[in-house]
């Protein structure tokens, strides 16, 4: 669902420090960005910020970049980490599409977490794990890099276990009804939606 328009969104984030409208400027260069050499964490879809504030809080000798275009939502997140005074957090309104623009094999880890199932057909190539994004994600991240998924949707993940397969990922772990557990296990909105709904969260995770 899209979030009616706020008006003050893009201006604040602008004056965010922790948002970067000019992240293009970077690729290649993020480890000068965090000024320290730990590797960089990605979330594709940040929302409103939950998860990868939690994230970069809780690791401080880890790095973290947001990812989300709806600025409406990134706003928030924007307050998040602004308020938590991180150092090794950034955010960037940015479309996934435009991941290869921004990274040169950066990134260590990726997050998507609940992201649109597009379940019809004609929209499956706008799936975050589709094989056109999947070539995307190669082109940023290193070798033996981590890709982790979490879903509420049977098929979207049966399928997605598909596309990873395809595109040459190993599979290192599938769960069809992830548990809680573990100090880094961060639970998002979406997630505890679904849990009060007694929804199984599915998981999984691959290795490029």
């Not at 409103?48 to 970069?56: L, N, T, Y």
């Not at 706008?126 to 070539?135: A, V």
């Not at 890099?145 to 190993?170: A, R």
Request: hydrophobic share 35%.
């Amino acid at each position: 669902m899209r979030l009616r328009k706020k008006h003050f969104a893009i201006p604040e984030l602008k004056e965010n420090p922790k948002v970067d409208f000019e992240a293009k400027e970077n690729k290649g260069h993020w480890q000068e960005i965090f000024n320290n050499k730990s590797d960089i964490y990605l979330e594709i879809g940040s929302g409103k910020g939950g998860f990868i504030s939690q994230m970069a809080e809780n690791n401080k000798d880890i790095n973290f970049v947001g990812i989300d275009f709806e600025t409406n939502a990134l706003v928030y997140a924007g307050r998040k980490l602004k308020d938590l005074e991180v150092e090794n957090a950034r955010l960037l309104p940015i479309n996934a599409e435009k991941l290869s623009e921004i990274f040169d094999n950066e990134i260590s880890k990726i997050y998507i977490n609940f992201c649109n199932p597009w379940p019809k057909n004609r929209q499956h190539k706008r799936r975050l794990t589709h094989p056109r994004f999947l070539e995307i994600y190669k082109k940023i991240l290193k070798k033996d890099s981590i890709i982790q998924l979490k879903t509420d949707d049977l098929d979207f993940f049966n399928d997605s276990l598909k596309y990873f397969e395809d595109s040459g990922f190993e599979k290192l772990e599938v769960d069809y009804d992830k548990k809680i557990e573990g100090e880094d296990y961060i639970v998002t909105e979406y997630e505890s939606k679904w849990r009060e709904r007694n929804i199984p969260i599915k998981f999984a995770k691959f290795k490029f």
